[in-house]
């Protein structure tokens, strides 16, 4: 075949647009490539500008190309001018037009090739490429790896030996840019879980794979990954490779075991809840036995001896006080949940407060046969709240003697570093070194069940570290198993100079000694009311009894003179608070004494705000109803 023919057939099969253009910038001939492209015949070629026949957006508006404003910026007029005008050759130059196909617009990415082919009648060959779909699809492609880039998980691409093909940006930064190689450059140090040639040769298996690994990352920091790798298959449905996606899981790890630790204490809470329960119903029941038991006896013996009385008496008296420290210790948990004691501001002489703690429970060690002692190396006065300091003190030398069968309890209060210091330490049975926290969590017992050789609700410790916390002094335990407990609890304290109170046997010799008075017992409960009669009996006192603050209110408005009125809070039509009110507007120079089961600090802030003078706690001990009597 002549070489003519040669280059004809490669013009017309070239699988690129073809044209050919003369002097006058008109197109004369295109090839097979172009036909298809423009829609135009390759054989009857009329003389015509390119982007006519391209059908440019702007020719198809102007009717002829090159009329356009955008004309000037034609990336194929551009170089044809420019190739007609120097004769330069451009290959394959990027650009893009707007072009009609099918009535409508599209946008085209180019490759414009122009050269001379015939100097003597300055004819040039146009070629262009259309490679819209390629800039597409490597836009598309960017997109992806841009999206990949932000994604916060480990993304690598490797080949089938694992040599690493791509990483995202999170990879490249967790590795400082390091150039990755191979898989294995990944590991570093994996602690626990599979290592990632294990990963490959697992997903080599099974095309798909998913586990959790523990890492040690490039910067020293212990991960938690949740790894999953997939084979990548080619056109011919053949492996080629594999991508792993890898999640940091660490927070996700650290947060459902705090789930499960919340979950086991809760649990925890509970099952101690229960025995609490079940153990409180026998710490209720066993004083409760005691009293009515007593009682009984009391009520259907009539042949007692004095002494058997006396006996019987003092075991329900002793019962009465169990029970009542039981629902004392009840009421301050359920208070301390709520938030909702407020602190005193007592001032406190420690020898009298240490003198009435072992006062407390000096019969108790007694009955023990283990000794009790007090060490005050030098007295002293401070401001803090005394009911909340005797509770505290209370449970722990209520416990230090449970716990001693042999030996004592020593209680000792000092100043240490301007922090008032109380310890109570025994010789007792002593407590593990794992358990020492734990003794301090509510309804928390070193022993549970049927066979517990010790009583006591789990309350007492949990109540103490409570009140302490609140009183912004720090309580610790220093034991070991068999060699008894110390017990030490500081305190901030502020001095102060107070005048030491009248004895109760000072009191005692005045009881007898006071003229008769007349006493308003305002009491629903008969019961009460009796109780308080007998109290008040002496000296031929007069005793008056209204059963509601309305009558109460009435025996003052018409003049009743009263020394004492004991009013109760809770009654029947006009409550006690509201019948103080009342009564103090009628007569503020009455002295009234608020009695309620209501036993809070608002209580009897609320009280003592109302007009009473004094404030009794139910159950009343007679010792401190009359201190009230004998202050007048």
């Not at 492209?37 to 090159?66: D, H, I, Q, W, Y």
């Not at 020293?220 to 490779?241: Q, V």
């Not at 009996?537 to 007069?542: A, E, L, M, T, V």
């Not at 009455?590 to 009280?607: C, G, H, N």
Request: hydrophobic share 35%.
């Amino acid at each position: 075949m002549p070489v003519m023919d040669l280059f004809e057939n490669a013009f017309v099969n070239a699988p690129v647009i073809m044209c050919i253009i003369n002097a006058n910038r008109e197109v004369e001939r295109i090839n097979r490539q172009a036909s298809i492209f423009t829609k135009n015949s390759e054989n009857n070629m009329s003389l015509e500008l390119p982007g006519v026949v391209l059908n440019c957006v702007n020719a198809t508006k102007e009717n002829r190309c090159g009329l356009s404003n955008n004309c000037n910026n034609c990336p194929v007029r551009t170089r044809l001018e420019e190739t007609l005008t120097s004769g330069k050759t451009f290959e394959r130059e990027e650009g893009t037009m707007s072009l009609v196909r099918n009535d409508s617009i599209k946008r085209y990415n180019l490759l414009i090739s122009t050269s001379v082919i015939d100097s003597n009648s300055m004819r040039i060959l146009l070629s262009i490429e259309d490679i819209t779909k390629i800039v597409d699809e490597r836009r598309e492609k960017n997109l992806h790896l841009e999206l990949l880039d932000n994604i916060n998980d480990f993304i690598t691409a490797t080949d089938l030996e694992g040599n690493i093909t791509y990483v995202n940006k999170i990879v490249k930064k967790a590795f400082k840019n390091e150039k990755l190689k191979n898989i294995s450059q990944l590991g570093h140090d994996s602690y626990w879980g599979a290592t990632q040639e294990e990963i490959l040769k697992k997903t080599l298996e099974n095309e798909y794979w998913r586990t959790q690994v523990a890492n040690i990352a490039p910067d020293g920091t212990k991960i938690m990954l949740d790894c999953r790798t997939k084979i990548i298959k080619d056109a011919n449905d053949e492996p080629m490779g594999l991508v792993g996606i890898s999640t940091d899981i660490t927070q996700q790890k650290e947060f459902e075991k705090e789930l499960i630790e919340a979950k086991e204490r809760a649990e925890e809470s509970d099952r101690l809840k229960t025995a609490f329960l079940h153990n409180l119903s026998h710490e209720i029941r066993t004083p409760l036995n005691g009293i009515m038991g007593f009682s009984q006896l009391l009520t259907t013996n009539r042949k007692l001896v004095e002494s058997k009385f006396d006996f019987y008496a003092q075991l329900i008296k002793k019962n009465s006080k169990m029970l009542l420290n039981i629902i004392d210790d009840v009421l301050s948990m359920s208070s301390l949940d709520a938030g909702t004691l407020e602190l005193k501001k007592d001032q406190i002489q420690c020898s009298e407060l240490i003198k009435g703690i072992k006062a407390n429970f000096e019969e108790t060690a007694k009955d023990k046969g283990i000794s009790l002692s007090v060490t005050l190396e030098k007295d002293f006065c401070f401001v803090s709240d005394e009911q909340k300091i005797t509770q505290v003190l209370g449970n722990l030398v209520q416990n230090a003697i449970k716990f001693t069968s042999r030996g004592g309890v020593f209680i000792k209060a000092s100043i240490v570093d301007n922090m008032i210091r109380f310890s109570v330490k025994d010789t007792g049975i002593g407590i593990k070194a794992e358990d020492q926290d734990r003794i301090f969590e509510r309804f928390s017992q070193v022993e549970i069940g049927h066979a517990r050789k010790y009583e006591g609700t789990g309350l007492g410790l949990a109540i103490a570290k409570g009140f302490i916390k609140l009183l912004k002094g720090e309580i610790h335990c220093v034991s070991s198993l068999g060699k008894g407990a110390e017990f030490i609890v500081e305190l901030p304290g502020e001095e102060c100079n107070i005048q030491p109170n009248s004895t109760k046997t000072e009191q005692n010799q005045q009881l007898h000694t006071q003229p008769s008075l007349n006493i308003l017992i305002v009491e629903d409960q008969y019961s009460n009311y009796i109780y308080l009669q007998e109290i008040l009996s002496y000296n031929d006192n007069n005793i008056v009894h209204v059963t509601s603050g309305e009558e109460a209110v009435k025996l003052v408005g018409l003049g009743h003179a009263f020394d004492y009125i004991l009013m109760d809070v809770r009654l029947p039509v006009m409550s006690g608070l509201e019948a103080t009110r009342e009564i103090k507007k009628i007569n503020r120079k009455l002295v009234i004494v608020m009695q309620t089961a209501y036993a809070s600090y608002y209580d009897e802030q609320t009280a003592l705000n109302c007009g009473a003078d004094f404030f009794l706690e139910k159950p009343i001990e007679i010792e401190h109803l009359m201190a009230i009597i004998n202050k007048q």
